[in-house]
């Protein structure tokens, strides 16, 4: 059983450069959310998920987008990186319908020059 | 809005019991959780009690929650190496987001 997966696991962008970040879990979770961990501010919740065809923000969600059209699978698209998106972002998912008992992905390291 | 504190740094010898300390301001909360992340890894639920239980055990792991003073613990007894880590306190209000702390790193010299 793998999971919540995530690729890649480091990434390196130039300013203005777009690119996704891919998750998946293959536990039939409803939940599923994308978070960044940056120094001394713990992690930040950019957008959620509560189930396919469902999105929606959280404190941070400026400069990323997310689509949920299947079950296993929640992307998160940068548009146009920043260096102020270097950051190391976590996928986590829940087999609740709310961010309960979160299980989390081992992270992508993200630096945008 | 909800905010969660810890310490930063805490180191201990082996074999010593370590106490991480967390201090929250939701008062709804539903859950409150421990996540502990080794380098390079992502976060993994160490353990999580509901608010309505002022003591949880598991193993070597204690958990203590002060409701009224909105204070929660984690005590891991005869710590060791394998210990060294971050963790993390979280909150949730069954809401759709956990409110992260900054994190502990716990040091566990021999």
């Known amino acids: 059983n793998a999971g919540v997966t995530q690729t890649p696991k480091f990434q390196v962008l130039k300013t203005g450069q777009s690119m996704t970040l891919q998750c998946a879990q293959d536990?039939?979770?409803?939940?599923m959310s994308w978070y960044r961990q940056d120094p001394g501010m713990g992690l930040r919740l950019i957008h959620y998920s509560v189930g396919a065809g469902i999105t929606d923000q959280g404190e941070v969600p400026n400069g990323y987008n997310v689509s949920r059209s299947t079950t296993e699978d929640f992307p998160l698209r940068l548009l146009s990186a920043a260096p102020s998106q270097t950051s190391v972002y976590f996928c986590?998912?829940?087999?609740?319908?709310?961010?309960?008992?979160?299980?989390f992905g081992s992270g992508t390291q993200l630096s945008v020059l | 809005g909800e905010d969660v504190e810890q310490s930063l740094f805490l180191s201990v010898r082996e074999g010593d019991s370590s106490v991480i300390n967390c201090t929250y301001t939701d008062s709804s909360s539903t859950y409150l959780y421990w996540y502990k992340q080794e380098p390079g890894a992502g976060l993994q639920l160490l353990t999580y009690?509901?608010?309505?239980?002022d003591m949880k055990q598991d193993q070597r792991l204690t958990v203590l929650l002060n409701k009224k003073d909105k204070h929660l613990s984690l005590r891991i007894a005869d710590t060791q190496t394998g210990d060294s880590a971050i963790y993390f306190c979280?909150?949730?209000?069954?809401?759709?987001?956990?409110?992260f702390g900054t994190g502990t790193q716990l040091k566990v010299e021999l």
């Open positions: 979280a909150e949730s209000g069954g809401g759709n987001k956990l409110t």
């Open positions: 536990m039939n979770h409803e939940y």
């Open positions: 986590a998912s829940s087999y609740q319908i709310n961010a309960e008992k979160l299980f």
């Open positions: 009690i509901f608010s309505n239980m």
